[in-house]
Each structure stands twice: as C-alpha cells, then as structure tokens.
C-alpha cells in the first residue's frame, strides 16, 4: 500500500514536469481516451465505454453522409460523371466514374516534349498558371512503452506518453501573389515524433501553408506519371505536336477513372473519399485477421498476449477505438468532386489534408486486470494526394482578339503594363494585368485590364492553346473585343471570337465593347465598308464600337472613358 503511494506521488511529479513542457490534449468525454496521468479507474470507464459507441455496426461507418466541409467556397469546375453503384444504408456511399480528362491537365501531358517545354517555359518568363502538386500529410507518433522508475522501484506503473499526431496541409488564397512560379511540386508535413517515457507526449508535427494567388482554383488529380505511363504507349507512334494535342484529349476522353465518393448534406457535389494506407510495418501481414495491426509489443511476443484471456478483452475493445478513429477519418477525409474556387481572399487557411493521429501510449492501459502493460498503439498514416492548381487571371476588362490584333499595343497605352509588343503573331504568350486610372473622379477611380495570348479558331476545343488562354477571361465582367481593320473581314473575325467564347447567349450575359483599331492604317473606301458592316452589327445587339489607334494613341482617352462605364454599368 505505500509502495503504491509512492508510485502515485511520483506519477504527480511526473504530471507536474508534462505540464512545464505544455505537453497536453484536450480531452474529449465520448471516444478518446483520458488525458495523461489517467489513474486505473479511469482507464477502465474509458475502455467500458467504447463497448457502449454508436458506431459500433460496420455499416454505419460507411452509411452516414458527410458534412460539406467546403460549402463556403464555389465549385472550381462542374463535371459529368455517372453513378455506377450505390450502397450502404441510406444511399449516401457512391461508386462514380468519369472521363481521366477531368482529373489531369493538359498542359502537363503536352511537356512529353521536352525540348520544347524548356522553349515555352523560355519564352513564358516567370509566369505560371498550371502547376500539379502532390501533397502528403504526416504519420501519428508512436505510442511509448515504459515503466516508472526510481531508486527504490526498478519497475514502476506504466508511464508511457502518446505519440503526436502527423502534421496537416493547409492551402491559403492571398493577395500580392499573381503566378503559381513559386508552387513547389511537392509539399510533404513532418510526421509526429513518438512519446517518450514520463508521460510525454510526442511532439506534433509542424503544418504545411501553401499560399496561392486568388483566382485560383484546387481539383483533385491523379498522379501525372501514372498518366502517362496509361497512355505512353498509344502517343509512340505520334511525334507531331499538334496531332499529339489532339490524340491526348481523344485518349483522355475515352478512359474512364473509378472514384468511391459520399453525398454531402448539402446535395451540390459529391466528396471523393481520400484513403489513408494501412498501418505501416512489415509485420502486418503476419497478423491474424482477429488481432488489431497497430500494436507495438516489447518484450513479449505477439504470440504470448493472444495466449492472455485480459489481452484478447482489451483487443476487443481498441478494435472499437478503432473503429471511431476510421469514423472520423472518413469524416474528414473527403474533398470535393468539382474543386473549390479561391476567388477571393480566405479568411483563414483550408485544410486539405489532415494529418494521423498520434498513438497511446502504454499508461492507457493500466486496468484492473493489467497491471503491466508492456504494450503501446501505433499511430494513423497520414493521407497522399495530387491536386491540380489553376490560376484564372481576376481583372475587371479581358480584351480578346486574334494575334496580332494590337491587344498588348492597347494595354501598354492604357497602364503601367508592359506587355511584350511585336510585329508578329503570337507575341503574348501570356496573360499580362495592368490597372488603369480614368483621371475623372479621382485617384482611386481604377480599374483592371487583362491582356490574353491571342484566341484562334477553334480555340475552344484546345486547337493552339485556346483552353489555357479562354480561363483567364472567365472572371471578367466586361469583355473587350479587339479587332483589326487590316483584316479583310472584321465582321467574320469577330463572328469567330464569339463562337469561341460560348456564342452570342454567352456574350450577352457580360457588357461587351468592341474596339476596332489600326483604324489609321488606310481611308480607303474598303476600310470604311469593313468598319460600316462591324458598326451595324454592334448597333443590333446593342454593344458600344470605337474606332482607334493604339499605335499613334488615338482615342485611348475616349475608349477609357468607355472602358470605365463598361465597368461601372454591371
């Protein structure tokens, strides 16, 4: 009895040391286990109390539907898929499958070339606007087996503190930020150390923030090696770029990838289920299928503990601390089927990943009928996934037009902008922001103007670069088309820029102006008949044209001026 004393009053001790190194969790009544220092009582309530959990039924874990983690934030991209099963209680578990096209990105399957990645890149400068990411959260620490121990004790009560849970990844959308050149290709969070003796809680390990522009927009993806070894050997035969472009969509469109997802309460899009890997260790697989795989043995056998009646009880009932732990995993461990749209600064950081948690240590199992437990739990893996990052350029004005059509001209006259300028086609390569001040109201009276690479014909099925280049016009609320007068028909041009911007119905929905410059190149009576047809079309539809020279600065205040009751009228 007063050894027993003994060993309690160091146990304080050993209580008062934890505290100084702020080594503590909260407790939560209903599933964890108690906090450190648990006396033996209350690690019994604690384990009888696992065998009264409502989820106790193999079933009910799979059944119940999941919270919208993500509802406060728009969908990235709305795709088709089909339901091929639907199973579990309530209907809520669903088995899709959709086209690999909407889990990849066509941007990082066109880089087979090398050589010409190398040119783009080159030729791109330090602007990036597609980047995959693989993002791995960290292993929970391991639970520590150890006894107490003093000058009159070789072997004291257990003191064995719990491992610390896995780091997490968190994503942030920020202002300031305006490329995704920075974005690493991998970001990996440390794992939790293991608990040490003395009741010590393993350290936790540190988050990861990864910080995008906003407008930027987070899918789940596959790994990008795994799809380029599925379609490698179909592309061998293919080594011409544009049939190379063409032949991957075809490829991505045609393969269909299987997800397992779960409804959301809110009905919008369906989360797919993110899987954390088994327990790690080569001694798993020698386990038997009635014995917990997570445990760490010292000593003693795995064998001799399946040998003890009080071994086989406790098992029982850490199988259903396990089953809560997968519980809440599968909570958590969900992301949505469409992305999620950082269109606007977060106010907080977003989790994407969540780190395992820690193990317990062997002072959870002190019990009426274990006295030394020389036995501890293995903490959870953590998760791994790709995620496709995509920036969508946020500017209040896109002009849009063919190559060569004077766009950057026009942008470098309207700002501080400074855009690459040409006498060829293609001179932008990519989208160039720059902030115009109309001198009227004053010096807070501004606005945003993006310039895009020039749009050709059928840009919206990706011929060229059309798909990469038609995203950064998505968030504009007023478009600007720009057309040339040197063309031999303006009004076909601009025909075309409507297709293959989502037709006239498309259009409509935004305030459109239409420029029509290099309008000093000639008066000839061609000219006049050109900008006549392209007046009269505009009038029909109601949209405002303005005839300049972006070159000789003509009319730029005018198409300022424009430009800024384009923006005030939405």
């Not at 964890?32 to 384990?47: F, G, H, Q, S, V």
Request: glycine share 8%; proline share 4%; hydrophobic share 35%.
């Amino acid at each position: 009895m007063v050894s027993h004393c003994v060993g309690r009053v160091q146990a304080t001790r050993h209580l008062e040391r934890s505290v100084w190194f702020g080594q503590f969790r909260w407790i939560h009544r209903s599933r964890n286990p108690p906090d450190n220092a648990p006396t033996l009582n209350e690690n019994d309530e604690w384990l009888n109390r696992l065998n009264q959990n409502p989820y106790s039924n193999d079933d009910t874990i799979q059944l119940t539907s999941t919270r919208n983690l993500f509802k406060s934030y728009k969908p990235a991209k709305m795709i088709d898929f089909e339901i091929m099963e639907t199973n579990g209680r309530y209907g809520n578990n669903i088995k899709i499958t959709s086209p690999l096209l909407n889990f990849s990105s066509m941007n990082y399957l066109k880089q087979l070339d090398r050589q010409r990645n190398k040119e783009q890149l080159y030729r791109q400068g330090n602007f990036q606007d597609t980047k995959i990411i693989c993002c791995k959260s960290g292993h929970g620490g391991d639970g520590c087996v150890s006894f107490f121990r003093d000058a009159n004790r070789r072997i004291g009560p257990p003191d064995g503190g719990d491992g610390g849970h896995g780091g997490s990844i968190y994503i942030q959308a920020v202002k300031g930020l305006n490329s995704l050149t920075k974005l690493k290709t991998r970001y990996v969070a440390p794992d939790g150390r293991s608990g040490q003796a003395g009741q010590l809680d393993g350290a936790k390990g540190k988050d990861i923030l990864i910080k995008v522009p906003v407008g930027s927009t987070i899918r789940w993806c596959i790994d990008p090696k795994l799809v380029r070894d599925r379609i490698s050997q179909r592309l061998s035969s293919q080594l011409n770029v544009s049939a190379l472009s063409v032949s991957l969509r075809n490829i991505l469109k045609d393969e269909e990838v299987t997800l397992d997802c779960i409804k959301t309460d809110s009905q919008i899009s369906p989360n797919i289920k993110l899987s954390r890997e088994s327990y790690i260790g080569p001694e798993i697989n020698s386990v038997p299928k009635d014995i917990s795989p997570n445990w760490i043995f010292k000593d003693k056998t795995l064998e001799y503990h399946m040998e003890k009646h009080w071994f086989v009880d406790l098992n029982n009932k850490m199988k259903q601390y396990d089953r809560n732990l997968l519980f809440e995993e599968r909570k958590n461990d969900v992301f949505p089927l469409y992305g999620i749209d950082l269109d606007v600064d977060t106010t907080g950081p977003i989790r994407l990943l969540k780190g395992g948690q820690g193990g317990l240590g062997n002072m959870h199992f002190l019990t009426s009928m274990i006295r030394n437990p020389r036995f501890a739990k293995k903490g959870r893996p953590g998760l791994e996934c790709w995620f496709l990052v995509e920036l969508k350029i946020i500017a209040d004005i896109g002009l849009i037009g063919f190559p060569n059509a004077g766009k950057s001209t026009i942008l470098n006259r309207l700002s501080n902008a400074k855009p690459r300028i040409g006498h060829w086609e293609f001179t932008t390569l990519t989208p160039s922001i720059g902030t115009v001040s109309s001198g009227i109201i004053g010096a807070d009276d501004t606005f945003t103007v993006a310039d895009i690479p020039g749009i050709v014909k059928d840009a919206h099925l990706d011929r060229g670069m059309g798909l990469d280049f038609l995203k950064h016009i998505e968030r504009s609320t007023c478009w600007c088309f720009v057309l040339s007068l040197e063309s031999k028909d303006p009004l076909q041009d601009f025909m075309i820029l409507i297709d293959e911007v989502g037709g006239i119905g498309g259009v409509k929905k935004r305030e459109v102006l239409v420029v029509a410059n290099k309008a000093d190149l000639t008066e000839s009576a061609d000219t006049i008949v050109r900008y006549d047809r392209l007046s009269q079309f505009c009038n029909e539809h109601n949209w405002d044209i303005l005839p300049i020279s972006a070159l000789k600065n003509h009319n730029i205040d005018l198409l300022v001026h424009k430009m800024r009751k384009c923006v005030t009228t939405m």
